[in-house]
């Protein structure tokens, strides 16, 4: 049996973004495959934001989760990704680290 229930961390991390961040609609995630980061980027596109993303060596089942939510990402990082998307806000998964060209250009032009 599937549940579609989020789990109460997502849904408390939902809440600070829908309270902080109401006006924003467009998340990006620099590094989209981990578990948490697809949870988290499904939960928002459910709660009507437009979600997107990048990470490499992306496979199922993530890959398949993101996709079967109607999100779309790009395969590996890259400078021109952020810059072609222009998001509202860029979240950063944990195994990011600096140096990754997304978060050195996220830093670089003051991304929240």
């Known amino acids: 049996m599937t549940s579609n229930r989020i789990p109460c961390a997502i849904s408390l991390f939902i809440l ?3 309270s902080n961040y ?8 620099i590094g989209i495959g981990g578990t ?3 949870s988290v980027a499904v939960a928002l596109s459910r709660a009507g934001h437009y979600v997107t993303g990048s990470d490499t060596q992306l496979y199922p089942p993530m890959s398949t989760f993101l996709e079967e939510h109607g999100i779309s990402y790009c395969n590996g990082f890259a400078e021109e990704n952020l810059r072609s998307f222009s998001p509202d806000a860029v979240v950063v998964g944990n195994a990011i680290s600096r140096g990754n060209p997304e978060l050195e250009y996220a830093l670089e032009q003051h991304l929240e």
Do not use: L, N, R, V
């Open 16 to 18: 600070y973004f829908e």
């Open 36 to 38: 948490a980061m697809a």
């Open 22 to 29: 109401f006006s924003m609609s467009f998340f990006y995630f």
